[in-house]
């Protein structure tokens, strides 16, 4: 069982990135898929997730608005589109699935992925 993160890089302020996981080695329909990031000295915090219906969509305040998280079922993906980025969204972004419902809580996912790295300049 595999996630795979992709997608990261250096944008500036105010730019965009999509970054996509992908799910190999069991099918992840019936799990929800979260995004979570840890910047440099900080802690791991919760940035978004979707049910496995695809249909419930959770944000964390801080990017509400600006992020978009959806599912691909026949890829097996999750996606994560970043639009109007700001310089403290740079960190390391993890996909996550669990069975918990779209948990905020990273203990609560049983799959990770290794991390995909955003930058932001201003």
């Known amino acids: 069982v595999q996630l795979q993160a992709s997608g990261g890089g250096t944008v500036q302020a105010g730019g965009s990135l999509r970054l996509s996981c992908a799910a190999s080695?069991?099918?992840?329909?019936?799990?929800?898929m979260a995004w979570f990031r840890q910047a440099p000295g900080k802690e791991r915090e919760f940035v978004a997730a979707?049910?496995?219906?695809?249909?419930?969509?959770s944000y964390a305040d801080s990017v509400k608005g600006r992020f978009t998280v959806s599912r691909q079922y026949m890829a097996n993906t999750v996606s994560l589109q970043m639009n109007n980025l700001k310089a403290e969204d740079t960190a390391v972004y993890y996909c996550?699935?669990?069975?918990?419902?779209?948990?905020?809580?990273?203990?609560?996912?049983?799959?990770w992925g290794q991390g995909t790295l955003v930058t932001v300049s201003s």
């Open positions: 996550a699935a669990g069975l918990s419902g779209s948990s905020w809580y990273g203990d609560e996912y049983e799959f």
């Open positions: 080695g069991r099918n992840f329909r019936g799990y929800s």
């Open positions: 979707v049910s496995y219906s695809g249909t419930i969509p």
